[in-house]
């Protein structure tokens, strides 16, 4: 009985004084800001809601992120239900209201790291959630099951950052008194965020792995290709899970969204038209923050209005120019995609190849006419589906390739033609039954819920354990799952990718078909000139 006691007597006074069982200090001093974290119990803590940025309201709107203020106190977890408060979800566009569940003070991150096996600083793993540059579609996304099955050998950081109108907006008035792409700006922060603290959490900052899925694939190859590819020493290895090279347009072509938000909030009437954005309560810029036509589209607003701009300094060309270029930082990386990208995002009611350009050109209007007529050979009509336009399926091809499949493949194949022969590619191709039925069969980004799910689903642990062995040691094969085959790197010759299907045990190596392989080389060379 006294034995018991003591023992009881022991856990709770580590649990008061901010310690776990395993003698790790969960109470953090960033010197700015001193964080006491949450032992979980299964061998992982957590601390979230950890400010990396002052927050971004005031004059500090549409500027890039600044250092956050001194705050002497303790930021605790609740003692009641034990559990950290997640930092706030950035605002999201297009938006008519104020939706109380978002706020414009969201530049937080949490980070995960493991309470034993402690020896030694531990690789990081920095997720950028993806959104289309218009919405947060993963916040909070917790690294417990990526740390407890990659045995307790990494650390894993996510955070918030500003999108849609509060990250992207740009003109001329923006670049000269503020900056543009504060968005990707606040990423970079986060970045230097992990050289400077993340050892404080047992992770090694010269063992940095940056990952994404859509956006925040995209936002991979942003920064691998950021300043003209310059490399900053901020990470080591990347992956990018649908990696999506949408239209950028320079600072100037997006001058039309600064003056249609100015005229709506009523700021055209005065001189200085950026202060007056500034100095709007948040609810009228959310309450008037719509979409609007890219000039020289087909009529009707893109499905991402906001997105990363060319800025001549962050972004300082067109993504394929840049990597054609061999204007990247050169480290090992996967890139990879679903089967059926663009099912997700083509119009349902698609019934003809009219319709079908039309959508094209609203996303990328830089397209030719010439050049829709060549893509219209390219994608023959496709399958059709119940309660869905006979075209649907082929737009959804041509978007789905031109948008994410045929970059990945560009991308894989341009680092070992710079000399950089540490190159992965990847093909997801499981589709539910339900999915398979209704076309929109392995959607985009289907794959990510593997990435962050348990050790029960068996394609799950192939897939995670990939994953986790690159995170560890930049490359998929030395910690995969031992009956797994060999992932071999992607030459640009014999184009070779490691194929997930429905069945476990079918995971191999196969071929980038013929016919895709002509639509690419394609779609990658008319790339940079429609603007990607």
Partial sequence: ??????????????????????????????????????????????WLGIRYA????????????????????????????????????????????????YTEDCLFLDVYAPTRNTRGPKPVFVWFQGGGFNSLANPNQSGSNLIQNGDYGIVFVTFNYRVGLYGFLASQEVQENGNVNAGLLDQRK???WVQKYIHLFGGDPSHVTIGGASAGAASVTLHLSAYGGRDDGLFHAAVAESQSFGAQLTVSESQYQYDALVQRVGCDTVPDTLQCLRDLDVDVLAQYNSNIPTPGGAGS????????????????????????????????????????????????????????????????????????????????????????GPYWRTASNAYGEMRYNCPGIYLSSTYPSHGVPQSWNYHYDYAT?????????????????????????????????????????????????????????????????????????????????????????????????VGQ
Avoid at 19 to 29: F, H, M, P, Q, R
Avoid at 67 to 90: N, Q
Wanted: negative net charge; contains cysteine; proline residues 7%.
């Fill in 1 to 46: 009985m006294f034995t018991f006691s003591l023992i009881l007597t022991i856990i709770l006074w580590f649990t008061y004084t901010g310690k776990s069982i395993a003698n790790i200090n969960l109470t953090v001093d960033l010197g700015y800001s001193v964080y006491q974290g949450v032992d979980e119990g299964n061998f992982i803590a957590h």
């Fill in 54 to 101: 002052a927050p971004p309201l005031g004059d500090l709107r549409f500027r890039g992120p600044k250092d956050p203020v001194v705050d002497e106190t303790l930021h605790i977890a609740d003692t009641k239900a034990y559990i950290c408060k997640h930092g706030g979800i950035c605002l999201s566009s297009p938006s008519s209201s104020l939706d109380s569940r």
């Fill in 190 to 192: 986060v970045l230097e």
């Fill in 301 to 388: 607003p893109p499905l991402f209005m906001y997105s990363n701009v060319i800025d001549g300094d962050f972004t300082v060309d067109y993504t394929y120019k840049l990597y054609s270029e061999g204007k990247f930082v050169k480290v090992p990386v996967i890139f990879g995609d679903d089967t059926n990208e663009g099912t997700m995002f083509a119009p349902k009611t698609t019934s003809n190849y009219q319709q079908m350009n039309s959508f094209l050109k609203n996303n990328f209007v830089k397209l030719t006419p010439a050049q829709l007529a060549t893509i219209d050979t390219l994608y023959p009509p496709a399958e059709t589906f119940p309660n869905s």
């Fill in 433 to 529: 039954p339900a999915n398979a039925l209704s076309g929109l069969g392995v959607y985009h980004t289907s794959e990510n819920s593997l990435l962050w799910g348990d050790a029960t689903n068996p394609l799950g642990i192939v897939f995670q354990m990939y994953w986790i062995s690159f995170i560890r040691s930049k490359d998929p094969n030395t910690y995969k799952l031992p009956s797994a085959p060999e992932w071999t790197t992607f030459d640009g010759v014999t184009m070779g990718r490691i194929l997930f299907p429905d069945d476990p045990m079918g995971v191999k190596m196969e071929m980038v078909p013929v016919d895709q392989q002509t639509r690419c080389v394609y779609l990658s060379s008319i790339g940079a000139g």
